[in-house]
C-alpha cells in the first residue's frame, strides 16, 4: 500500500463549484505540505502544516483553504473553483527535522480541470 | 532574480552518454539541497541529496557549489530508463524553512 495517498486522482468540475481534495499518510510524519504543478512552473507551495495545530500560507494560497483533521490527513479545498486553478495537484509528507536532511514523500498526485 | 533556476531542456542524448545540468540558487544562507526526479504523469520521487563534498550514487554524482551557488547533477552511461524530469530543491538553515523546487530539466535518453 502507498504511504501517500490522493483523492480523487481525477476530477472534472465546473467554475464556482466547492471542491476538496483529500490527503492521507502512513508515514507518521507531523508535517504535510500542499503543491501545485503546472508546466513551465514546477512545483508551487499551497499550504503546509507542521503539525495538527500549525496551518501556514505558501506562495500561492489565494483562493485556496486547508484543513489538518488529523496527523495523517491533511484536506485542500476549493471555495469557488476557476479555470486557472487547472493543474495537477500534490500532497507531501515529510521526514521531522534534525541534522539530517529533509526528504519530502509525494502522493501520486490529483489531476484537476476546472471548466 | 528567481530562488531557483533550471535549464528545461529538453536534453535529448544518446544512450550510453554522459550528461549534465545544474540548478542555480539565490538564497546564499540555504544549506540542504536535493535532485528529485520525475517521470511523466508520476510524483516526484528523492534521487539524491547534495552534500558539501559531493556525493555518489551508482551512475549518479551530485556537486555543491557554494560560492557560485548552484548545485549539478552528473549521470554517466546514461540508461534508457533514465528519462524524466530533474528537478532541483533546497531549503535554509531553520527548521522552519521550507523545501523550494525548480521547474526540472527534462532529460530524453534515445536508443
Known amino acids: 500500500d502507498a504511504d501517500v495517498t490522493q483523492t480523487p486522482r481525477n476530477r472534472i468540475t465546473k467554475t464556482g463549484k466547492r471542491i476538496m481534495l483529500e490527503c492521507s499518510q502512513t508515514?507518521?510524519?507531523?508535517?504535510m505540505y500542499w503543491y501545485r504543478q503546472d508546466p513551465g512552473l514546477g512545483l508551487r507551495l499551497i499550504y503546509y502544516?507542521?503539525?495538527?495545530?500549525?496551518?501556514n500560507k505558501g506562495e500561492i494560497s489565494d483562493g485556496y483553504s486547508v484543513s489538518r483533521q488529523a496527523q495523517a490527513k491533511f484536506s485542500l479545498s476549493l471555495e469557488s473553483a476557476i479555470p486557472n486553478q487547472t493543474a495537477l495537484y500534490f500532497c507531501?509528507?515529510?521526514?521531522?527535522?534534525?541534522?539530517?536532511?529533509?526528504?519530502?514523500?509525494f502522493g501520486p498526485g490529483t489531476r484537476l480541470l476546472v471548466l | 532574480r528567481k530562488e531557483v533556476e533550471q535549464d528545461p531542456g529538453p536534453f535529448n542524448v544518446p544512450e550510453g552518454a554522459t550528461v549534465a545540468f545544474n540548478c542555480t540558487y539565490s538564497?546564499?544562507?540555504?544549506?540542504?539541497f536535493f535532485w528529485y526526479r520525475q517521470d511523466c504523469r508520476k510524483e516526484p520521487k528523492l534521487l539524491m541529496s547534495?552534500?558539501?563534498s559531493g556525493n555518489e550514487d551508482g551512475r549518479f554524482t551530485a556537486q555543491l557549489n557554494r560560492a557560485s551557488q548552484y548545485i549539478s547533477l552528473l549521470i554517466r552511461d546514461s540508461k534508457l530508463s533514465d528519462s524524466a524530469t530533474y528537478l532541483c530543491?533546497?531549503?535554509?538553515?531553520?527548521?522552519?524553512?521550507?523545501?523550494?523546487f525548480g521547474s526540472g530539466t527534462r532529460l530524453s535518453i534515445r536508443p
Open positions: 507531501a509528507t515529510s521526514d521531522p527535522p534534525g541534522h539530517l536532511q529533509e526528504t519530502q514523500y
Open positions: 508515514k507518521g510524519h507531523d508535517r
Open positions: 502544516s507542521f503539525d495538527v495545530k500549525d496551518i
Open positions: 538564497n546564499s544562507a540555504s544549506q540542504s
Open positions: 547534495v552534500y558539501s
Open positions: 530543491a533546497f531549503q535554509g538553515y531553520s527548521s522552519a524553512s521550507k523545501i523550494i
